[in-house]
């Protein structure tokens, strides 16, 4: 069995948006039980995250944002903008959930653990470098690559596999080819960004790569999606370090999704991506809890991806070879990047 890093905090369920929202104390709390109630918290090494400092989130967010959001802590409610809100905990939150991927990158680092899962919030994908944006505060991926690079690391890979586009991410590593960010999402569809168009700019040109889909594509399109472009790209482009912004909000009955991914798609993805790990970069993968707002849908794909990450043993992953809905967006992305990537 591999040895898997947890990251958990009281911190992530003491901010809240709002009454009712779909962000809500709830999504941790119930991987949380299911983790005891499996027996799979009994297989994990728990990591208690720290603080991050203010010079690991300003390597990824400018300094007056940094401030913005550190001004909002003790006050009860600060509006960030119409989806996204503070409390009196919500800095501390971010940065907590920050501190936890940086405490797992050490640890995986230092061979302490194979691998990490963040179960943290508030989450981050959406947060630009000057501005929050679809619950999101800090972009907790973009800290972990930052820092990954601080370290001297040079081929950073970001995969996003949430249902909406991560166009923080992208947006802060979209002129580097230091950091590779591929996002597979429905388009389209909220934030508006993630097109094929998107490719990214100057030195970073050909190293942000955007898979967008038609909403009600599930796991046959994922996973073929990930064996004919994931695979291969990742395989040319050698990363030293692999971080997963996990969302689960692509799972069949999620409630802001239109896609229809099931608990063992997420396992098949989660197999794929440690297959390339394995190969290209000893292992070393992170994972961090996104989106996913169905409760009981994120307690079960969660556990599906635990039990993944525990039990991988090398066996080869699925293989798609019928048509799919996604083939002819496939063969567009292919196409689009023919001039960087063979396929």
């Not at 800290?143 to 923080?168: C, T």
């Not at 292992?283 to 039990?311: H, Q, R």
Request: with cysteine; charged share 20%; net charge negative.
């Amino acid at each position: 069995m591999r040895k898997v890093g947890l990251v958990i905090d009281e911190l992530f369920v003491k901010h809240i948006n709002s009454f009712d929202h779909p962000e809500s104390p709830d999504r941790v709390y119930i991987i949380n039980d299911m983790l005891n109630e499996t027996g799979l918290i009994n297989h994990l090494t728990f990591l208690e995250p720290r603080d991050a400092k203010k010079e690991d989130i300003i390597r990824v967010h400018t300094e007056s944002y940094f401030q913005r959001i550190e001004k909002t802590k003790g006050k009860e409610k600060v509006f960030l903008d119409q989806d996204t809100s503070t409390n009196a905990f919500s800095f501390d939150s971010a940065i907590r959930a920050s501190g936890g991927v940086l405490q797992s990158i050490d640890n995986i680092i230092e061979n302490n653990i194979d691998t990490s899962f963040c179960i943290e919030r508030p989450p981050g994908h959406h947060a630009e470098a000057d501005r929050s944006m679809g619950f999101c505060l800090f972009n907790h991926a973009a800290v972990g690559a930052g820092y990954l690079r601080s370290k001297g690391y040079e081929r950073v890979m970001i995969l996003d596999w949430d249902v909406h586009h991560g166009n923080g991410t992208q947006h802060i590593f979209e002129d580097s080819k230091n950091v590779l960010f591929f996002s597979t999402h429905q388009f389209p569809f909220y934030p508006g960004t993630g097109s094929l168009q998107e490719i990214g700019i100057n030195d970073g040109v050909g190293y942000t790569v955007n898979v967008p889909i038609d909403i009600g594509m599930g796991d046959n399109e994922y996973i073929k999606i990930f064996n004919e472009i994931l695979v291969p790209i990742t395989s040319q482009y050698k990363p030293q370090f692999i971080i997963v912004s996990a969302g689960f909000d692509s799972f069949v009955d999620d409630p802001l999704g239109g896609m229809t991914v099931t608990t063992s798609g997420f396992s098949k993805l989660a197999e794929i991506v440690m297959d390339l790990s394995n190969q290209f970069c000893d292992s070393k993968l992170l994972l961090i809890l996104e989106g996913g707002y169905n409760i009981n849908g994120l307690a079960d794909c969660t556990k599906e991806v635990f039990e993944t990450l525990l039990n991988y043993n090398g066996d080869s992953t699925q293989q798609i070879t019928e048509q799919t809905k996604a083939d002819n967006t496939i063969d567009i992305v292919k196409n689009n990047y023919l001039e960087f990537w063979d396929f």
